[in-house]
């Protein structure tokens, strides 16, 4: 049912300032982004102290940010602010941590405490980073599809569990687990309840791991190598012989479950929260290669036709990447404030909120993508280097597309259930605008090509004309959503002319097919979007607030010869062997 306009105005209004609490508010960690804890590590330090080094920051966040297991349960804004602090692009691993462990964790833990009064001391200890606090869900073999986990946890005749890993497939996969933390770990492990030989459905276990020198009785964790690019995080498969627990360690009733899969989706509730939330980490970043490419492209000059020096940033090759980045964070920025809205509103369809989600996520990793490749490409040989901290926010940011659902995989999922017309996500407000042409358009090719095929969604035919189109759907409902947003949040308008052309020109050929828009027109679209920004592209950068997170020495003077001062250097006397002259 359409909301009334009185109620429109009041949802803007929400938005507008949610947008102005969480964008423009001073952030808590501007002292923390100063101080020696943030500043580059030094490339001496030991895997393990760079570990250690990553925690300590995680905790340092949780400090600044002093989160409330209530901010956690109501995915309240200071919730949202401390997934899109600009610490991330100092050291996303401290962000993930947190993530873990507020979201995963303490989002899992938290409803049982309220009739658990045993549960609360283990809250409290992972809100203050005081340990180490993970959630198991996915194993080797068992991703995707972690419904068919194979870890069991089997009632013994005292009341306890054992929890088994019964095969090589059944480890639980990437969670850190590890004790090169140096704090206690506890974990939820999703083990499948198995009583007198029946299995009883899909339920989380509370589990100690580690006490921070050592494993746990009969549990065995093989630490995977550090991502490449990302800050190092002990990333483990973690393996369970036979471990006992405690009547205690069972998060909920030992009942059969009367629906697996509900009980399943109840199980994992807070992953839905991450692909959301987590996604949204992109925004900072987006906005620190914005502030350091730009900075580097003003300071590099090369001397032009009058043999006058003239900064690179005169390019339209060059500043256009940056005035197109510009405007996905804007956009985005919008689009989050209202996606979270719309997410944690308990009148919506869990099913539509996911979609919500997924969409947001959708767009979020794909402008990050196509933005973060084309800033780093216009640094030269300095985008090679992690210190300038855009390929590093592209590498540390990958694991995003998989974290809490599989982008391609949940877009194949939302794309199916739209199309067989399970429900609907939230109609567009405009159905004349471009982008909603566009994403009616799309639907309708997709429709078409169903209906050819029988309209059967669980077949080969299916999988070969449909999953492909999947993605590239979902793209355009978080596409038309995104500018739906930006016009409630009353972002620039240049922004979203400029925005808008960047769509059209990931789909130029159906914008010219069916759009009414020739590839000539399209380009004049895009000119003059960037044209408008322009002038004030200085401003935009300056607006983004990462100066002070900023640690590239290729965007200041001072920075550069800070750097050049750190390297090894290497002099002496040598003279050329006469043989070799």
């Not at 974290?403 to 739209?418: K, M, Q, T, Y």
Request: proline fraction near 6%; include cysteine; aromatic fraction near 8%.
């Amino acid at each position: 049912m359409p909301l009334l306009k009185s109620d429109q105005a009041v949802v803007k209004s929400e938005c507008r300032a949610l947008y102005d609490q969480i964008w423009h508010a001073t952030s808590p960690t501007l002292e923390l982004a100063q101080s020696a804890l943030m500043q580059p590590s030094p490339l001496s330090l030991t895997l393990e102290e760079r570990t250690r080094l990553t925690y300590r920051r995680a905790r340092a966040l949780a400090d600044a940010h002093k989160l409330t297991v209530k901010d956690v349960a109501y995915l309240t804004p200071s919730f949202w602010k401390l997934h899109t602090d600009m610490i991330g692009a100092m050291d996303g691993g401290a962000v993930t941590l947190i993530s873990i462990q507020y979201n995963l964790f303490v989002g899992t833990v938290a409803p049982f405490a309220a009739t658990r009064p045993d549960l609360a001391l283990i809250v409290q200890q992972a809100m203050k980073f005081d340990i180490s606090a993970q959630f198991m869900l996915t194993e080797v073999g068992h991703g995707l599809d972690a419904r068919n986990l194979e870890t069991t946890a089997t009632l013994l005749p005292d009341g306890g569990f054992e929890l088994h890993t019964p095969s090589k497939a059944a480890a639980k996969c990437m969670p850190p687990s590890t004790p090169r933390s140096g704090l206690p770990t506890i974990a939820v492990v999703i083990a499948r309840l198995m009583v007198a030989g029946e299995d009883r459905g899909i339920r989380p276990f509370l589990v100690p791991i580690s006490d921070g020198t050592q494993m746990c009785t009969g549990i065995t964790s093989k630490a995977l190598p550090p991502r490449t690019g990302a800050q190092p995080i002990d990333h483990a498969l973690t393996y369970f012989d036979r471990v006992q627990l405690p009547s205690s360690a069972l998060l909920g009733n030992i009942e059969k479950s009367r629906s697996e899969r509900d009980d399943f989706l109840a199980t994992i509730h807070r992953v839905s929260v991450g692909t959301l939330f987590l996604s949204s980490g992109c925004i900072p970043l987006l906005k620190i290669a914005v502030y350091n490419a730009s900075k580097f492209s003003f300071r590099r000059k090369i001397l032009g036709h009058d043999g006058q020096p003239m900064p690179v940033i005169d390019f339209r090759t060059q500043h256009l990447p940056i005035l197109h980045a510009i405007a996905r964070v804007h956009v985005l920025q919008a689009f989050l404030i209202q996606a979270a809205v719309g997410f944690r509103d308990p009148k919506v369809d869990p099913r539509v909120r996911h979609a919500i989600a997924t969409a947001f996520k959708a767009v979020a990793i794909h402008d990050f993508q196509s933005s973060i490749k084309a800033l780093n490409e216009g640094c030269g040989w300095h985008g090679y280097y992690e210190r300038n901290q855009i390929l590093q926010a592209e590498l540390e940011f990958r694991a995003v597309g998989t974290a809490e659902g599989d982008i391609r995989v949940l877009a194949i999922r939302l794309a199916s259930e739209l199309l067989i017309g399970r429900y609907q996500v939230p109609p567009p407000k405009d159905p004349e605008s471009l982008l909603a042409q566009h994403e009616a358009g799309l639907f309708a090719e997709a429709k078409e090509s169903l209906n050819l095929i029988g309209g059967i969604h669980r077949s080969e035919a299916f999988n070969r004309t449909i999953l492909p189109l999947a993605l590239p759907l979902i793209h355009a409902v978080g596409y038309r959503m995104a500018m739906e947003a930006a016009i409630e949040a009353d972002i620039d308008p240049r922004l979203r002319s400029l925005y808008q052309a960047g769509v059209i020109k990931e789909d130029s050929a159906w914008f010219s097919e069916q759009g009414g828009l020739s590839r000539k027109v399209q380009r004049h679209m895009e000119s003059q979007a960037a044209d408008a920004v322009l002038p004030e592209l200085e401003e935009f950068v300056e607006d983004t607030g990462a100066q002070l997170y900023c640690t590239a020495p290729m965007t200041s003077d001072t920075l550069w010869d800070n750097f050049v001062e750190e390297l090894e250097t290497f002099s002496g006397n040598a003279v050329w062997p006469k043989q070799a002259q």
